[in-house]
């Protein structure tokens, strides 16, 4: 018997820099990857660019929620100002059991601010609007947003860099975690409760200005961890 | 002729778990360390225990006001429901010109709520309240937060972490950093103007998050950033 193929994931927003790179990445290790835009024409187009610099993944391109209607696990990896409408739109298809990796940062670029800077979030965080916003039974876990766009989507760039995952749910966690690790240099750390999406969100505001100052693409890591995060 | 020694540097609540360490590592390297605390009588206690820890180490103790008037260089390393208090105490002994490194977290445990949690400070962090407080003149620079107090001050632990540097000089900065950088292990990275100690600040309350999950005392590394930070 052959192993078995992994789920498909969907990608909201995978036209985007960093839905794209993780569209790419994950297609690498052989999950299969519902590209979701706004307009499925665009959707269309990127699956094609992704698979030509994937040969061999599987990809494909629909309107956003007939991609979330297409996997158990759904990324979603929109600007902020579009997280609330996204969400909206996804409400059927976002159905009860359904695991919600959110990677939105709501960064004060959104209403033309610097990218240095947050916006308050009245929940207290992107994740948590998320967890507000989906509906009844649909698992959120919040991750990736220090993930650099560029060095995901440049596929010769060798990644070392923790994933900082939030979430009420270990299990949720857990499982969000296994999907990610499959990325060969990325390692998912248990932060905590959702509620500390705040300050993870956040870092990657902090992260823009240490780019900026460097000229880099920084990642984080943690030191004085145990070998084995997800026992 | 002999080299220069360092300045002294003054530590402001270094009979607290995180400035003791500092107190010690700092001595290590040859700086002369008045320490300061509310009790000039606990402060000269704190003073024997650090040169019984470190050998050759100078240190002085002295009420806060005045281990801050013998050094141009003050480490501000207080609980949060103190700091305020302490910058008022302050206010003669900090003159101008000389440089403050706050290391204030402001974590709900203040308030008798959760170390995983923050308060919002008005100014934004508190390292803006200290600059606030702060006499004209006085130099801000917010550091050291995400450096774990025990791991500073179990001498015989190697460190490998990176410090997280903010202020709205880089003068300042790379001051604070040629001397936090003293201590072997230790990397400052310079995260962008003050403001951006909202989120240093808060990294700690997710370290704490991080450390109550797996049992550790985890630090914070930056990957991608060039060898040379402070050109």
Chains 1, 2 share one sequence.
């Not at 989507?153 to 990610?180: N, T």
């Not at 998912?188 to 999406?197: F, P, Q, S, Y």
């Not at 880099?216 to 070998?227: F, I, Q, W």
Request: include cysteine; hydrophobic fraction near 50%.
């Amino acid at each position: 018997m052959p192993p078995q193929s992994p789920d498909p994931v969907a990608i909201i927003g995978a036209s985007g820099a960093l839905g794209f790179g993780l569209a790419l990445r994950l297609a690498r290790t052989g999950v299969p990857v519902a590209i979701g835009s706004r307009d499925a024409a665009r959707a269309g187009e990127t699956a094609e660019r992704a698979a030509a610099l994937v040969p061999g993944g599987s990809f494909s391109g629909h309107h956003n929620a007939a991609a979330a209607a297409a996997a158990q696990t759904v990324i979603l990896s929109v600007p902020f100002r579009n997280q609330a409408e996204t969400l909206a739109d996804l409400r059927e298809a976002l159905t009860p059991g359904k695991l919600l990796i959110d990677a939105t940062v709501p960064l004060a670029a959104a209403v033309a601010g610097k990218a240095t800077r947050m916006l308050g979030v009245w929940q207290g965080s992107a994740a948590q609007q998320a967890q507000e916003m989906a509906g009844e039974g649909v698992r959120v876990v919040s991750a990736l947003h220090t993930v650099s766009a560029a060095s995901l989507a440049d596929l010769a760039h060798p990644l070392a860099q923790d994933v900082l995952v939030c979430g009420d749910s270990r299990a949720d966690k857990r499982e969000a975690a296994a999907l990610i690790d499959r990325i060969e240099g990325l390692r998912c750390v248990d932060c905590g409760r959702l509620e500390m999406a705040r300050t993870t969100e956040a870092m990657t505001a902090l992260l823009i200005s240490i780019n900026a100052r460097y000229k880099v693409h920084a990642g984080v890591g943690l030191t004085g961890l145990p070998a084995e995060l997800w026992r």
